[in-house]
T-cell receptor, first 114, second 114 residues
């Protein structure tokens, strides 16, 4: 069965420091991969996605993610975080053979230290 | 263009009461989804629809019913609410285009069942 693991429930980073949020998935083939962000009290917004091609994808708000097939990972990165990046981040996997339903990770809450 | 809207935003029910959550989208999307979000569990799919007049069960459908009588609306019903249905409910619609696949989320409905 497909699954998505976000190993870190929460991460604390100082403002201006770099960030990496981890996402590992379990799926027999190459899935579609997504990162969404949820600000407090809000719905989810798409940050970036990977379907095929270049394994390093750029997203909104200065985020990027790299698909590593050998590690079944799709980690999210940002070189310098801002206080406004404090939010919860969700990794999701979509499989073409499941009517494009998404399987979601449990989320990582990002806390920014001033 | 309002995107995806959900009503109500908050609701408190007593055990055994019924209610309907309304999701509306003005983007002419075929696919719509209902999720529930619980702490530490990410998003779980309740039901989804691939077009007007069609619905299908997701991961956690028990205790819920849905209807998609009009393309723009997707209703989620609780016939007899239980405390285990206390959650935040998100609706999403999905855009599929060449080289693009994105779910757009509503702001959520926070439901408490006493």
């Amino acid at each position: 069965a497909q699954s998505v693991t976000q190993p870190d429930i929460h991460i604390t980073v100082s403002e201006g420091a770099s960030l990496e949020l981890r996402c590992n998935y379990s799926y027999g083939a190459t899935p579609y991969l997504f990162w969404y962000v949820q600000s407090p009290g809000q719905g989810l917004q798409l940050l970036l996605k990977y379907f095929s091609g270049d394994t390093l994808v750029q997203g909104i708000k200065g985020f990027e993610a790299e698909f590593k097939r050998s590690q079944s990972s799709f980690n999210l990165r940002k070189p310098s975080v801002h206080w406004s990046d404090a939010a919860e981040y969700f990794c999701a996997v979509g499989a073409p053979d499941s009517n494009y339903q998404l399987i979601w990770g449990a989320g990582t809450k990002l806390i920014i230290k001033p | 263009n309002a995107g995806v809207t959900q009503t109500p935003k908050f609701r408190v029910l007593k055990t055994g009461q019924s209610m309907t959550l309304l999701c509306a989208q003005d983007m002419n999307h075929e696919y719509m989804y209902w999720y529930r979000q619980d702490p530490g569990m990410g998003l779980r799919l309740i039901h989804y629809s691939v077009g007007e007049g069609t619905t299908a069960k997701g991961e956690v459908p028990d205790g819920y019913n849905v209807s998609r009588l009009k393309k723009q609306n997707f209703l989620l019903g609780l016939e007899s609410a239980a405390p285990s249905q206390t959650s935040v409910y998100f609706c999403a619609s999905r855009e599929i285009r060449l080289e693009s696949d994105e779910q757009f989320f509503g702001p959520g409905t926070r439901l408490t069942v006493l």
